[in-house]
Every structure is written in structure tokens, then in C-alpha cells.
């Protein structure tokens, strides 16, 4: 791989890098030896010159996002010999060749190694989100890396970082097939249907990061009437039926999505079941939610994205969690949930409590919960933890 530049860093500035976190922020750099842009390949050395580690350059505070470590440098094959490390983990997951399951998350970011990138896999397509500027760089390289690994079980790769890119303030980015073409599929998720529509859907198509997550609603929705809020395509929805909840409200701000939701039932054998689609905004729908759910589900998107953000964002969690909590059912679960990366696991349970004192309700929690094994994180990198939730149970 070409480098465009060597970063020493200050000296007592390094122990990070050693100790594997895969970010080297601005304030840690001494000098730099050649001129990196945004994106560029560079090598990271102590003070004393000793080499430690190779990633791409970013803006920012964060100036290299690390993925390689030494104290050797990266081999040929590089990005097809990491790609297959990520196959190989899930293949010892059971997560490939499952005859109940055939999405999975290959890729997530520096969870395996790969800072800035996230490939998804709908039974033979790959769907790639790059959100920095270097794995953009690269994509090309990564969908041959991809055929490599998968040989004629791959039909296409597809492209989609334009979104993320250009919240990150990166690289202005098209989306678009980097190998074959097919405009939507269908998986398996624990056995349930869910048509994918990675072109024109949110993140790559499906939040695979709730598949553990809807098995465990499926354990309570039995003979519940159930609420399904920032249903999305309804994940929670199909599961809930299947399960054998008495009624299912699926609620969505996105008449697109509901489409979505709507094909899912169909396929699922729902299509004429007891289910009910409400189109309208989620918060404005909690200010003045019936009191007949025994289920209600709020898995919002992010409220907080950036650390700036997240007073706000726990204002709005707190509202929406206060209105479930105070007209839900005696005795009734509540699912509740943060993707919002800024907010930690003791912020989140915080702010539950908060809403549940509010609320004047007695709240019991029943489990943690967060994303599926297929999104590892790093030990050296707790900030890849951003997925929380709990079910509750609500007296």
C-alpha cells in the first residue's frame, strides 16, 4: 500500500496506540514528515522512531484512525486477508451457512480492525457503508477483496456511504453497485422473512443489530397488545405476530417504510392479521398514547449523535420514555432503547429511572440488552458500545 506520510508522536504520547486503541488524536502528534490530505495512508512512529502502527488520515480531532498495529507492517493481501478474519469469526458464530439465518454484519468497524467501515451481508449481497474518507478510498479494492472471500456465493456489492460521508463532512460520495446489480433482496432472520431495500432504505437497509433483541420480545408479546413505535420496517412488528400478540400497532413517521412493513407482514403470512399502521410522528403520537398496551417498544434513532448533543438527546429519551412508562399497563413490558453512541450504558439506565419517577410508576428491570454478537467490540475501544437497552417490567 502506498504511504503518503510518517506521524511521530510526542513523547509519553504513544501508550494509547500501544495499549491498541485505534485513535491517534491531533494533540498526540509531534511532526509529520510529508503532506497527508484527509484519507491518505500514513505510518505512526514513537518518538524514538520506533514504528508502531499504519491507518488513514482523517480531519478533525481524530487525525488517524489506526488498522494495522505492529510491530509488523501490513502484508500484501492485506484488506482480503482482514476481510476473511471477519468471515472466519462469523463463521465460528454460526452466523454463515445458516439455514435460519443469512444476514449478518460482516464488518463493524473498529470492532474488527477496520476504523470507518461497515459491510453488511443480505443473503448474497454485500452492502458496503464507508464512513471515512480512507474506506472510500478503497472501496473498489474492498469489493474485490469481498469476491475474493466469497467466491460465486457474492452476486453484487453495493456502495451506499453518500449519507454517512456527508454527515462526517468527508468526501462527497455517489452510491452505486461496485460489482453485479440487483435492486432489493430477501433474508432470513431466526426464520422470519424481511424483504431489504439497501438502495433506497435507512443505514443499509435493515438494523441487524436487533436480532437478538427481537428473539427476546418474541419470549413476551404472547396475548399482548402491542405498540411499535419508530417501527421502521417492523422487525419488532413480524416478531411480535409470530409470537402471538393479540394486536400490533406499528408506528412510523416514514410512509416509505410503512410500504416496507406492509410487504414484510405479506411475506411473513400476516398480511390479514390483527395489525394496525398509524403514519404520523412517534413523539407527537407518546404525548398521547392510549392506555391499552401491555408491549410498547421505543426504539428511536439517534437523539444524540454528537457529545454536544446529548442534554438534548436525554430530554427527548426521558419524554418519550416518562409517556410509555405512565400510560402502559399494569404489569406491562416496556422495550426500550439508545443507539445514540454519545450516551453511555449508565446515562441510559439513568434516564429511565428519571422517566419512571416522573411517571410515578414502580419499574423492574428484566434484561440489558445491546447489539448482536456480529457487531464485536474491541476491549481497547469501548467507545464502539452504542446500542443500549432494557426490557422493563412496568407495575
Known amino acids: 500500500m502506498d504511504i503518503s506520510a510518517t506521524i511521530f508522536l510526542s513523547k509519553g504520547r504513544d501508550e494509547a496506540v500501544r495499549r491498541f486503541h485505534p485513535w491517534v488524536f491531533s494533540g498526540a502528534i509531534n511532526r509529520i514528515e510529508g503532506k497527508p490530505e484527509d484519507g491518505d495512508i500514513v505510518e505512526v512512529y514513537d518518538s524514538f522512531g520506533n514504528y508502531l502502527a499504519t491507518g488513514h488520515a482523517c480531519t478533525g480531532s481524530i487525525a488517524i484512525k489506526i488498522f494495522h498495529f505492529g510491530p509488523d507492517k501490513p ?60 474506506m472510500y478510498l478503497i472501496r473498489k479494492e474492498l469489493s474485490e477483496a469481498l469476491q475474493q ?66 428473539a427476546i420480545l418474541a419470549r413476551y408479546a404472547k396475548g399482548r397488545n402491542v405498540l411499535n413505535a419508530f417501527c421502521y420496517t417492523g422487525g419488532f412488528s413480524v416478531y411480535a405476530l409470530a409470537a402471538g400478540a393479540e394486536k400490533v400497532t406499528s408506528l412510523d413517521s416514514s410512509r416509505k417504510a410503512m410500504d416496507t412493513l406492509e410487504e414484510n407482514l405479506r411475506i411473513n403470512g400476516f398480511e390479514n392479521s390483527n395489525h394496525e399502521n398509524i403514519v404520523t410522528d412517534a413523539k407527537h403520537y407518546l404525548g398521547i ?30 419524554f418519550i420514555n416518562s409517556a410509555a412508562i405512565s400510560k402502559i399497563r399494569p404489569g406491562g413490558i416496556l422495550f426500550t432503547f439508545s443507539c445514540s453512541q454519545a450516551i453511555d450504558n449508565e446515562m441510559f439506565v439513568s434516564m429511565v429511572m428519571s422517566a419512571a419517577i416522573e411517571a410515578r410508576r414502580n419499574v423492574r428491570i428484566l434484561h440489558h440488552m445491546g447489539h448482536s454478537a456480529d457487531h464485536p467490540v474491541s476491549i481497547f475501544h469501548p467507545e464502539g458500545v452504542y446500542l443500549k437497552g432494557l426490557v422493563l417490567m412496568v407495575d
Open 75 to 134: 502484508e500484501n493481501n492485506f484488506w482480503e486477508k482482514k476481510l476473511a478474519q471477519a468471515y472466519t469469526l462469523r463463521q465460528k458464530l454460526g452466523f454463515t451457512n445458516n439455514p435460519k439465518n443469512n444476514a449478518y454484519r460482516l464488518v463493524f468497524s473498529e470492532g474488527d480492525g477496520m476504523p470507518g467501515l461497515v459491510i453488511d451481508i443480505y443473503d448474497s449481497i454485500a452492502v458496503i457503508q464507508a464512513h471515512s474518507t480512507g
Open 149 to 214: 472471500v466469497y467466491g460465486k456465493k457474492l452476486k453484487a456489492v453495493y456502495d451506499k456511504s453518500s449519507e454517512a460521508l456527508s454527515k462526517s463532512g468527508s468526501t462527497s460520495a455517489g452510491d452505486g453497485f461496485l460489482y453485479g446489480n440487483f435492486d432489493s433482496t430477501e433474508i432470513l432472520e431466526n426464520g422470519h422473512r424481511f424483504s431489504i431495500d439497501f438502495i433506497n432504505g435507512q443505514k443499509t437497509g435493515f438494523f441487524l443489530d436487533q436480532r437478538d433483541n427481537r
Open 289 to 318: 398514547v392510549p392506555d391499552n398496551f401491555d408491549l410498547i417498544v421505543l426504539d428511536p434513532p439517534a437523539f444524540a449523535k454528537r457529545h454536544a448533543d446529548r442534554h438534548k438527546g436525554l430530554q427527548g429519551y426521558k
